[in-house]
């Protein structure tokens, strides 16, 4: 699902910004914090979209019984 792969991407940047490797790359750490915070607004965008679908699918289970 898209929500998964966002997940995983997020993971990934998450091991990138704690990498050693990269500690001193303040240019890299900026853009990947900017990458993980646009990663976090869209997955909270989408588990609120998929949280109304489903209180509407409630409903409507609610409604036909």
Request: hydrophobic content about 35%; proline content about 0%; glycine content about 0%.
């Amino acid at each position: 699902t898209l929500i998964a792969e966002l997940e995983e991407k997020q993971e990934e940047i998450k091991k990138e910004l704690s990498s050693e490797e990269n500690m001193s790359d303040y240019a890299l750490l900026d853009e990947l914090s900017r990458e993980l915070e646009v990663l976090d607004e869209e997955l909270l965008r989408l588990m609120e979209e998929w949280e109304e679908h489903s209180r509407a699918l409630e409903q409507m289970k609610v409604d036909n019984i």
